[in-house]
């Protein structure tokens, strides 16, 4: 079966320090990948998108950055987080054989 | 004006009250999506329509494409219907991307 993962769950991290989220699907190949966020109080915002292995496009300039070192696996990182990074973070993925979105249960970062 | 609008934006309802949320969108699109965000944050796909209407258990999707525009039904609402319901429009694909438009979301609470 298709099926997402997505870790940590919760994190508090303070200003200035290093972030790494991930993300893995399994059941699926060659799919495409989303990091989207959705800060306090408002809608979901793309932040990353992935076509294949080492493909990254970024929807808005930030302080994040995304990789994609096997098909199967994305990452979510920071060198240095900023208060306004703080969100709920989700990846998603869509196969290339169409159907809907499948959503990670989200990593729910504060920055502090 | 936003690429996708819905209304309403907050709604209550007691148990077994008929539920519609509307959602128009201005882009040109190759289906839409219909998602739920329950309080923790995370998200599970509803429907993926790209015409008519789809219906599973209580719930039923509908969609005009010649409108631009796509109502969510909840029949027989009961209190765990509560969360924020969230119209995506999935933009045609451009570079095999499918990425997603997202509006700003509708609340539902759905008293006993």
């Known amino acids: 079966s298709q099926t997402i993962h997505q870790w940590p769950a919760t994190l508090v991290q303070p200003v200035g320090s290093p972030l790494s989220l991930e993300c893995t699907v399994e059941?699926?190949?060659?799919?495409?990948l989303y990091w989207y966020r959705q800060a306090a109080g408002r809608g979901l915002q793309l932040l990353f998108y992935?076509?294949?292995?080492?493909?990254i496009s970024s929807e808005v300039p930030q302080n994040l950055s995304a990789s994609r070192p096997q098909d199967r696996q994305f990452i979510l990182s920071s060198k240095k987080l900023l208060l306004s990074d703080s969100g709920f973070y989700l990846c998603a993925w869509i196969s290339r054989r169409g159907g809907g979105y499948t959503f990670g249960s989200g990593t729910r970062l504060t920055v502090v | 004006k936003n690429e996708v609008e819905q209304s309403p934006q907050n709604l209550t309802a007691q148990e077994g009250e008929f539920i519609t949320i509307n959602c128009s969108y201005s882009?040109?699109?190759?289906?839409l999506h219909w998602l739920q965000q329950h309080p923790g944050g995370g998200i599970v796909s509803l429907f993926m329509l790209s015409s008519g209407k789809k219906k599973h258990g209580r719930l039923i999707a509908t969609i005009n494409i010649q409108e631009k525009h796509s109502s969510l039904h909840i029949t027989a609402s009961h209190p765990r219907d509560s969360a924020v319901y969230i119209c995506?429009?999935?933009?045609?694909?451009?570079?095999?991307?499918?990425?997603?438009?997202f509006g700003t979301g509708t609340r539902l609470q759905v008293f006993p």
């Open positions: 882009v040109g699109i190759s289906a």
């Open positions: 992935s076509v294949g292995i080492g493909q």
């Open positions: 995506a429009p999935q933009g045609v694909t451009i570079y095999n991307t499918d990425k997603l438009i």
């Open positions: 059941g699926t190949s060659n799919p495409n």
